[in-house]
């Protein structure tokens, strides 16, 4: 599993408190707000919106805020305009990070990401500096036999299935993702994680000295508000990472 991936993973397992769990219950809600407005408020006829609601809803986010979200992204109640940029920088050890950020005040959303960089040890990189080094992908973590997994994952379209620790990453097209899931549940496999998100092309070893530097400005990135996703190529050892887990 990607480095950053499996760090996402291992803190989703683990839980949070009530104070971060309302924080990712309005980033999530956010996304169905913004994909209402950009592609209409049915969810059958918007891909992006059926996966946003998907994703809010695996985290247990109420379906009365989903449902508001959605009337403000349709123009039905009065909402914040939220506006997509990137940030793109470096962590500690030359790790890329590719900043997703979705906010309604983009001096505010500028300051913060400055100000998180630089309070951990990274460097704010130019427009392009890492950008490329990410491509767009449905990543999908599913449990179930080798066979049925691979057989239900490539007839839908995607593009590599490979084991990772007793489960299966499948990786397709980001147009090719609600195929790919509906095929996986149709099957009768669980699928642990589902996710429309940027992969890198390439990973960057991290030792155990500078890991915990990249997961704490990592961690104190995704904690603002306006940052949606962070993004990294980091690749940490799993008896570090786990190292780590457990002091987290």
């Known amino acids: 599993m990607s480095g950053h991936s499996k ?13 971060k769990r309302g924080q990712l219950f309005a980033k999530l809600v956010k996304v169905v707000e913004v994909a209402a407005r950009e592609g209409g ?12 609601i998907d994703k809010a809803r695996a985290a247990s986010v109420p ?35 590719y900043v997703q950020i979705l906010t309604d005040n983009r001096n505010r959303a500028s300051s913060d990401v400055r100000a998180g960089f630089s309070r951990h040890g ?3 990189g130019e427009p392009g500096s890492v950008s490329y080094l990410f491509e767009q992908k449905g990543y ?32 397709c097209a980001a147009s090719d993702f609600s195929a790919v899931k509906g095929a996986l549940a149709a099957a009768g496999l669980e699928v642990e994680t589902a996710e429309v998100t940027q992969l890198p092309s390439t990973t960057i070893p991290v030792d155990e000295k500078t890991a915990p530097k990249v997961l704490r400005l ?20 799993d008896d570090v990472m786990a190292a780590l887990a457990a002091d987290n």
Do not use: C
């Open 122 to 124: 990274g460097n704010l």
């Open 140 to 171: 999908l973590l599913v449990a179930g036999g080798e066979d049925e997994v691979m057989l239900a994952a490539l007839e839908a379209g995607a593009e590599d299935v490979r084991e990772s620790d007793g489960l299966f990453e499948v990786i």
């Open 41 to 52: 408020g049915d969810p059958s006829a918007n891909a992006t919106l059926s996966n946003a």
């Open 218 to 237: 990592i961690d104190a990135l995704e904690d603002l508000d306006d940052v949606q996703s962070v993004y990294a190529n980091f690749d940490i050892a």
């Open 63 to 97: 379906n009365d805020n989903i449902d508001r979200a959605i009337k403000r992204g349709i123009g039905d109640v009065e909402g914040a305009h939220y506006e997509e940029m990137y940030y793109e920088g470096y962590a500690p050890g030359g790790v890329a990070l």
């Open 7 to 19: 760090w996402s993973t291992i803190k989703h397992k683990k839980g949070a408190k009530d104070a």
